[in-house]
């Protein structure tokens, strides 16, 4: 195969995973917002597109992994850059394949894991087993477990507080603005760490802990003042209402807002990180292409991440709308406040566990922190089936992954 047909075949390839990543990925983020009503799906949509668009592009960032998750020896696998070309396009195949199977049944999967999968699985066949770094391996599966259940407490945890302070109150809309502040605080504090550990890493601002917390506290500090007047404008719905309805709007309406802030900040950050996930393996081919060098990292042209953010916006508004639907209403009801609970809960996951450096799957971790909700309600507030529906798809995604790769990659060495 010549280096034009290979440099064209993948860049559609790796427009193909960022487009599952769209259609799948993406939707996570927002799912809660639309199943809550705080956004309709259109608004939800083009929000999530500017910014998964923005974090993408901006600062996606310009030298990625060559293997995504440090997944194969780079000695090993640096023996034959062929190889290595063919592998690549295959994982990005493999891994586009599946994120199209369980974004068309709605089913909300890990990118991350499936792209991971796909690696393993080529370079099992094109260089043993031994390439596999199987303890970097086990550390992303063990995701399964750790993010859901972690986030998943928070959520179960935030609600109820939510509960206690405001919702049990004849008095909620006097609660509500008595405890904004430190649900304003709290919100844009993690926000704002989010996009600092995760959004904003490929910049290597090399921030400390305290001047993280520093900062985020500044901008804390500032929605607070904004924040009390915007709530001191809200008003009820109709005063056609009864007072418990009339209430219920003016608390259901700050938590929407609350939630909408969280859902851009994790939008954002999805789009600066897992990017990644489509254009590693294509900087890697292109990185090859031009030196014949496998190397542990490889440069990212300003192109390319161009070319996944776009991949990632049209994924998002042809197909996304199925796994928010499942996000959003399937597994359990939410309103504003449970919706905000369950992204806060997501967030504050993602902030810990990025700054102890733990993998985990954004996926996972806000399905968790959506179940954590329903939870407050007792079992019979989940969706147990779809849960069931969920849990399996988890468990297929890496070795399906793996095994689509092998026969892609075999597909590809016996073509070309």
């Given at each position: 195969m010549g280096p034009e047909l290979t440099l064209i075949l993948a860049i559609g390839l790796g427009l193909y995973m960022a487009f599952g990543i769209g259609a799948n990925d993406v939707a996570n983020a927002i799912g809660t917002s639309v199943g809550s009503k705080a956004l309709t799906v259109k608004k939800a949509i083009i929000m999530a597109a500017i910014l998964e668009f923005l974090g993408a592009f901006l600062v996606g960032g310009h030298v990625t992994k060559t293997v995504r998750g440090g997944i194969l020896d780079p000695i090993i696998s640096s023996s034959a850059p062929e190889l290595m070309v063919y592998g690549m396009m295959a994982a990005l195949m493999a891994a586009g394949t599946w994120l199209m199977v369980a974004s068309r049944f709605g089913w909300p999967v890990s990118t991350t894991h499936s792209i991971v999968g796909a690696i393993a699985g080529f370079g099992i066949v094109a260089f043993g087993t031994s390439v596999v770094q199987w303890d970097q391996l086990i550390k992303i599966v063990s995701s399964w477990i750790i993010s859901p259940l972690f986030s998943g407490t928070l959520a179960f945890l935030i609600y109820s507080f939510i509960r206690w302070t405001i919702l049990r109150h004849?008095?909620?809309?006097?609660?509500?603005?008595?405890?904004?502040?430190?649900?304003?605080?709290?919100?844009?504090?993690?926000?704002?760490?989010?996009?600092?550990?995760?959004?904003?890493?490929?910049?290597?601002?090399?921030?400390?802990?305290?001047?993280?917390?520093?900062?985020?506290?500044?901008?804390?500090?500032?929605?607070?003042?904004?924040?009390?007047?915007?709530?001191?404008?809200?008003?009820?719905?109709?005063?056609?209402?009864?007072?418990?309805?009339?209430?219920?709007?003016?608390?259901?309406?700050?938590?929407?807002?609350?939630?909408?802030?969280?859902?851009?900040?994790?939008?954002?950050?999805?789009?600066?990180?897992?990017?990644?996930?489509?254009?590693?393996?294509?900087?890697?081919?292109?990185?090859?292409?031009?030196?014949?060098?496998?190397?542990?990292?490889?440069?990212?042209?300003?192109?390319?991440?161009?070319?996944?953010?776009?991949?990632?916006?049209?994924?998002?508004?042809?197909?996304?709308?199925?796994?928010?639907?499942?996000?959003?209403?399937?597994?359990?009801?939410?309103?504003?406040?449970?919706?905000?609970?369950?992204?806060?809960?997501?967030?504050?996951?993602?902030?810990?566990?990025?700054?102890?450096?733990?993998?985990?799957?954004?996926?996972?971790?806000?399905?968790?922190?959506?179940?954590?909700?329903?939870?407050?309600?007792g079992i019979k507030g989940l969706d147990l089936k779809m849960i069931s529906k969920i849990g399996i798809s988890w468990l297929v995604t890496v070795p399906a992954g793996a095994i689509l790769a092998i026969i892609f990659f075999y597909t590809l060495k016996y073509l070309f």
């Open positions: 004849s008095d909620a809309a006097q609660k509500t603005r008595k405890w904004a502040p430190l649900y304003i605080f709290s919100v844009v504090v993690v926000i704002a760490l989010v996009t600092l550990f995760k959004g904003l890493k490929n910049l290597n601002l090399d921030l400390t802990l305290v001047e993280s917390l520093i900062w985020s506290g500044i901008l804390g500090l500032c929605a607070v003042i904004s924040g009390h007047y915007l709530i001191a404008k809200i008003k009820p719905d109709s005063p056609k209402k009864s007072i418990d309805t009339s209430q219920n709007s003016i608390v259901e309406k700050m938590f929407g807002v609350l939630q909408i802030m969280s859902a851009c900040a994790v939008a954002f950050a999805h789009g600066s990180n897992d990017v990644a996930n489509a254009i590693g393996p294509l900087a890697a081919i292109v990185h090859i292409g031009s030196t014949g060098i496998v190397d542990a990292q490889s440069p990212v042209p300003s192109w390319l991440l161009l070319l996944g953010g776009f991949g990632i916006v049209i994924g998002l508004a042809t197909m996304g709308y199925r796994v928010m639907g499942t996000i959003g209403t399937k597994i359990t009801k939410l309103t504003p406040s449970r919706g905000y609970a369950a992204e806060f809960a997501a967030a504050l996951t993602i902030v810990i566990a990025s700054r102890l450096g733990l993998p985990i799957s954004t996926t996972h971790t806000l399905v968790g922190g959506v179940m954590g909700v329903g939870l407050t309600q």
